[in-house]
């Protein structure tokens, strides 16, 4: 496990794969800003990635928003502070206390509470839930179980189901986004095949000077796109009603 942080003290997090980031997750997200000021604690999110089911399912889930793009909508949801831990399967194997120990060696920090969902784990001790409370008292760390997780996972069977048909006009009212992804010059992208009616975007959740085109994705890849100086970021909108694709 690899963890990418940037570390202070008195720290709360949640922690979550947060793809996609859904409107319950944002007011959540407020919820702990102002919990985390009225306590003097620094508010974190901790994100699993890749997602370690795609570990157990050989990608099954593709991603709505990627890494870069989780990173920015944080920052737009005002918070700044992030442990990315990256998961290989090998770490599927940890049960809650081996994940804990690993994850404070490698941030080296103290956390003072911990927000999870009700039907989340860490791990695979055969406990689950009650392995995370026992390991959370040991440490002196204060658990806060979030209710009504219920929802959220009817949200998101929801997103994912529209996601893989292109609908994401539907998607979009569960997120309040359209799928985006930083591009990188392998064009590499963990997203179904098919031709998208796109956007490019200076900013990937702004659509000042945006530029229209039509995404192919093939094997996780973009083809017959060109790189366009200042614009890294590409939007989905849905997929395309014909099979013309617009090279830039």
Known sequence: MKVHKNINDNIIAIAGTWDPVLLRHKALFK?????????????????????????????????????????????????????????????????????????????GFTLNELWIGENQSFGTGPEGLFSIRRECANRHIKLRILKNS????????????????????LTASFTGYFPTYKLH??????????IYDARLRIHPFQKTREIALTATIMNSKLEGIEMVDGYNWLVLLGKASDGVRILL
């Open 31 to 107: 919820q702990l800003l102002s919990y985390s000021k009225k306590k003097g604690l620094n508010p974190y999110i901790i994100i699993f990635y890749p997602n370690p089911a795609n570990l157990i399912h050989d990608q099954r889930y593709k991603d709505y928003f990627d890494l870069d793009a989780r990173l920015e909508l944080f920052k737009r949801l005002g918070i700044n502070n992030v442990i990315v831990l990256e998961f290989d399967r090998g770490d599927l194997e940890m049960a809650a206390a081996d994940f804990l120990n690993e994850l404070f060696a490698a941030a």
């Open 150 to 169: 219920f929802l959220v996972n009817l949200d998101k069977e929801s997103v994912y189901q529209n996601f893989k048909e292109g609908r994401f006009d």
């Open 185 to 194: 010059r392998d064009l590499k992208i963990n997203m179904y095949d098919g």
